[in-house]
């Protein structure tokens, strides 16, 4: 089953980054040239050369598909009869509504933003620590000693057989790839 927030968010991310690089020289020559309103980065002929590009629609369109699945989100969240027993970022935020109710909007805010915040720095940890690997076969047979002893095949899986009691030496790998690579330093 594709992911559409993952598609959508992949498809934002690239589409805005490719329109922002393509419209700083247009933007630097209007605000040079132009007046105001006319002129600069907010000014009418960026504003028309947005309502004109195709990167720019493309953008919108998937902003559009992440603002529907995160309100989708939200609502069956909300309309979940097991709220209570959920531990997710999104049940808390509602739990947390006794005292002021959250709008949708700011709940969109905060499911984007976690996403943001999770995605990038994790894929970024995860590949200087497969670098770092790669690199130090003896760091790595260690770590996969580590792993066959305290998760044989078939064990289950949980956040305590992670822990840096259980996993020292994996725990140990986490945090030197973090020390010599911060994700956002």
């Known amino acids: 089953v594709p992911n559409k927030y993952g598609a959508a968010f992949d498809e934002a991310h690239h589409t805005i980054f490719e329109y922002s690089i393509k419209a700083i020289p247009f933007a630097t020559m209007s605000s040079i040239f132009l007046p105001w309103p006319f002129g600069g980065y907010s000014g009418l002929a960026c504003r028309i050369r947005e309502a004109l590009s195709p990167i720019y629609r493309r953008f ?4 559009k598909i992440l603002d529907q699945e995160s309100l989708r989100l939200i609502q069956a969240c909300r309309s979940d009869p097991n709220l209570e027993q959920r531990r997710d970022m999104l049940a808390l935020f ?3 509504e006794e005292k002021e109710r959250f709008s949708d909007r700011f709940l969109r ?6 996403v943001i915040a999770g995605r990038d720095t994790t894929a970024c940890t995860l590949s200087w620590m497969f670098y770092a690997l790669a690199t130090n076969p003896e760091v790595q047979r260690q770590l996969c000693k580590e792993i066959d002893e305290k998760l044989p095949s078939g064990k289950k899986l949980t956040p305590k057989s992670l822990s840096p009691s259980e996993m020292p030496y994996l725990n140990g790998v986490l945090y030197e790839t973090l020390r010599l690579w911060p994700p956002v330093p």
């Open 60 to 63: 919108q369109a998937a902003n």
């Open 94 to 96: 509602l739990k947390a």
């Open 109 to 114: 805010d905060m499911v984007l933003n976690m």
